[in-house]
């Protein structure tokens, strides 16, 4: 395959404009309607990152296409300001980006390992060679300290009223909590485990669960706003309903299997890790339960998973019932400590307000129990957003922007939005010169750029301008077609927005049942 950019309309012009893109957006908390040239640096900074697996582009050149897929006839790519110097060259940076962080010899980029810091060495090289300054304190790195948690599941085990249940097939052990030693406890079923007043939803309404373990059908009511649901899913909220209703532990059955079982369980005997700032308050034991072996926890109950999952996809109410079974969980756990670096650069403005321009440096890393090599490169996820946002850096170097830009590739996302949870908690600046932020987190550049899915464009009026910016550019602006994946709340934007910072997040769109649905879900 051959990967092209075709560049279209007179640069100069398209340059001045972009110049000013990162000007007159809103103070934190409230980004004004008017001001449209804030959101359009990652508008294109989309169009860049969207090196469409069917092809774009060059002026007068054609390059080695990643994917392997056939070229397309129409350019995706039109970050024209990228290309105002050296246009032919644009595609071939991004995809030396790529192919350097998701090589074999970084092993993933798991957090805190050799292969992330050598990654993150790289794109503070490549950020100095773009002309930013370092922008935490004078040097390229925030570091982020963590407290870790790794399965000894040679000691551990789990029982399920007397039986033996196989880690890694039937069940595993969730480390983003910090479990007890021993816990033995009776089983509750409390449908999706959701207390929602602002939706006028209590599933643990009249439910007694002190000293229990809920047992919970993952997924909302399908009638909610995709971006309520996730936030009301996330498991710090969730637990907060179940903890005031007195359970000590959970078992998360989920609704649909969004990830493979089989990749989810390989990582299950991988590092978890949290932020110094971020609680692993998820009780005394938190277990995740493979839907293919559901039908054990219900055995006996009068009620099948089956029954359950088709009322739940119904909109249906949930019946809760105790399951009249005893789960005892036995976990060891080895624990340390680490640091793994935020890489930050700067490019001043005349103002010292900032938009923050973020995208996550790392995977999940080498696991040894999964097929082949055992590595997740994480070519997608997010080496590509990464190779973007080193070009966005490169683009913006000459221009005279009213406010800085923060550039930063944050770590620790595949443990739970760690290193952008500290980021916004702590950041490089002052919190409230923080105008807003865009993140770039797998675009998934697998077919042609028609239309964009904009995560977080309900939650301020960041959204409003860039669904201007996106029909400006000739792109249909879609609703996240798969809400289920709770992709609002496990993409970096989402700490932003819970410290009360502005943020959106980018995907290439496509609306179900289309070519480009069967596209995403083959991949």
């Given at each position: 395959?051959?990967?092209?950019?075709?560049?279209?309309?007179?640069?100069?012009?398209?340059?001045?404009?972009?110049?000013?893109?990162?000007?007159?957006?809103?103070?934190?908390?409230?980004?004004?309607?008017?001001?449209?040239?804030?959101?359009?640096?990652?508008?294109?900074?989309?169009?860049?990152?969207?090196?469409?697996?069917?092809?774009?582009?060059?002026?007068?050149?054609?390059?080695?296409?990643?994917?392997?897929?056939?070229?397309?006839?129409?350019?995706?790519?039109?970050?024209?300001?990228?290309?105002?110097?050296?246009?032919?060259?644009?595609?071939?940076?991004?995809?030396?980006?790529?192919?350097?962080?998701?090589?074999?010899?970084?092993?993933?980029?798991?957090?805190?390992?050799?292969?992330?810091?050598?990654?993150?060495?790289?794109?503070?090289?490549?950020?100095?060679?773009a002309g930013l300054k370092p922008g935490a304190a004078k040097t390229w790195m925030q570091q982020v300290p963590f407290v870790t948690r790794q399965i000894d599941e040679a000691n551990s085990s789990l029982s399920l009223g007397g039986s033996a249940i196989t880690l890694g097939k039937e069940?595993?052990?969730?480390?983003?909590?910090?479990?007890?030693?021993?816990?033995?406890?009776?089983?509750?079923?409390?449908?999706?485990?959701?207390?929602?007043?602002?939706?006028?939803?209590?599933?643990?309404?009249?439910?007694?669960?002190?000293?229990?373990?809920?047992?919970?059908?993952?997924?909302?009511?399908?009638?909610?706003?995709?971006?309520?649901?996730?936030?009301?899913?996330?498991?710090?909220?969730?637990?907060?309903?179940?903890?005031?209703?007195?359970?000590?532990?959970?078992?998360?059955?989920?609704?649909?299997?969004?990830?493979?079982?089989?990749?989810?369980?390989?990582?299950?005997?991988?590092?978890?890790?949290?932020?110094?700032?971020?609680?692993?308050?998820?009780?005394?034991?938190?277990?995740?339960?493979?839907?293919?072996?559901?039908?054990?926890?219900?055995?006996?109950?009068?009620?099948?998973?089956?029954?359950?999952?088709?009322?739940?996809?119904?909109?249906?109410?949930?019946?809760?019932?105790?399951?009249?079974?005893?789960?005892?969980?036995?976990?060891?756990?080895?624990?340390?400590?680490?640091?793994?670096?935020?890489?930050?650069?700067?490019?001043?403005?005349?103002?010292?307000?900032?938009?923050?321009?973020?995208?996550?440096?790392?995977?999940?890393?080498?696991?040894?129990?999964?097929?082949?090599?055992?590595?997740?490169?994480?070519?997608?996820?997010?080496?590509?957003?990464?190779?973007?946002?080193?070009?966005?850096?490169?683009?913006?170097?000459?221009?005279?922007?009213?406010?800085?830009?923060?550039?930063?590739?944050?770590?620790?996302?595949?443990?739970?939005?760690?290193?952008?949870?500290?980021?916004?908690?702590?950041?490089?600046?002052?919190?409230?010169?923080?105008?807003?932020?865009?993140?770039?987190?797998?675009?998934?550049?697998?077919?042609?750029?028609?239309?964009?899915?904009?995560?977080?464009?309900?939650?301020?009026?960041?959204?409003?301008?860039?669904?201007?910016?996106?029909?400006?550019?000739?792109?249909?602006?879609?609703?996240?077609?798969?809400?289920?994946?709770?992709?609002?709340?496990?993409?970096?934007?989402?700490?932003?927005?819970?410290?009360?910072?502005?943020?959106?997040?980018?995907?290439?769109?496509?609306?179900?049942?289309?070519?480009?649905?069967?596209?995403?879900?083959?991949?």
């Open positions: 395959g051959r990967l092209r950019l075709l560049f279209r309309g007179d640069r100069s012009v398209e340059s001045q404009r972009l110049g000013r893109m990162v000007g007159p957006c809103a103070a934190r908390g409230g980004v004004s309607r008017g001001d449209t040239p804030a959101v359009s640096v990652v508008q294109r900074v989309g169009r860049l990152a969207g090196v469409s697996p069917r092809g774009c582009s060059a002026v007068g050149k054609s390059v080695f296409h990643p994917f392997g897929r056939p070229a397309v006839r129409q350019g995706i790519c039109a970050f024209v300001l990228a290309c105002a110097a050296r246009s032919e060259t644009v595609a071939e940076r991004w995809w030396e980006h790529v192919k350097f962080l998701a090589d074999d010899r970084l092993e993933g980029r798991n957090t805190g390992s050799a292969g992330h810091r050598e990654a993150a060495e790289y794109v503070a090289k490549k950020f100095a060679e069940a595993y052990f969730e480390m983003r909590v910090d479990p007890k030693p021993e816990t033995r406890a009776e089983l509750v079923f409390v449908g999706h485990g959701l207390r929602a007043p602002e939706m006028n939803y209590d599933d643990l309404k009249g439910l007694d669960l002190k000293g229990k373990i809920a047992v919970i059908l993952g997924g909302a009511p399908p009638k909610w706003p995709g971006a309520i649901a996730a936030h009301l899913q996330s498991a710090d909220v969730r637990w907060a309903g179940l903890r005031s209703a007195g359970a000590i532990g959970i078992v998360n059955v989920p609704l649909t299997q969004t990830t493979p079982w089989a990749r989810s369980s390989a990582a299950r005997v991988q590092m978890q890790m949290n932020a110094d700032i971020a609680r692993a308050d998820g009780g005394d034991v938190s277990v995740a339960w493979n839907t293919e072996y559901a039908s054990l926890l219900f055995e006996g109950s009068g009620h099948t998973i089956d029954e359950l999952r088709k009322l739940a996809r119904a909109g249906e109410p949930l019946p809760k019932f105790e399951l009249r079974k005893t789960l005892h969980a036995k976990v060891a756990v080895k624990r340390g400590k680490l640091e793994s670096p935020n890489v930050v650069g700067l490019l001043p403005g005349k103002r010292k307000e900032y938009v923050v321009v973020s995208g996550h440096l790392d995977h999940i890393g080498k696991t040894q129990s999964f097929a082949g090599d055992g590595i997740f490169n994480g070519a997608m996820d997010n080496a590509s957003g990464i190779g973007a946002l080193i070009e966005v850096a490169r683009a913006l170097r000459n221009e005279k922007l009213q406010r800085g830009v923060l550039f930063v590739a944050l770590t620790g996302e595949e443990k739970g939005l760690q290193g952008s949870r500290y980021f916004a908690a702590k950041p490089v600046v002052a919190a409230k010169s923080i105008a807003a932020d865009c993140n770039m987190d797998m675009f998934m550049p697998l077919h042609d750029f028609k239309a964009v899915t904009i995560l977080g464009a309900e939650e301020s009026t960041l959204g409003d301008i860039a669904r201007g910016t996106a029909e400006r550019r000739g792109l249909r602006v879609l609703p996240d077609p798969a809400p289920e994946q709770r992709r609002f709340t496990r993409s970096d934007l989402y700490s932003f927005i819970r410290e009360g910072i502005p943020a959106i997040a980018f995907k290439f769109g496509y609306e179900k049942g289309t070519p480009e649905e069967k596209i995403h879900a083959d991949w």
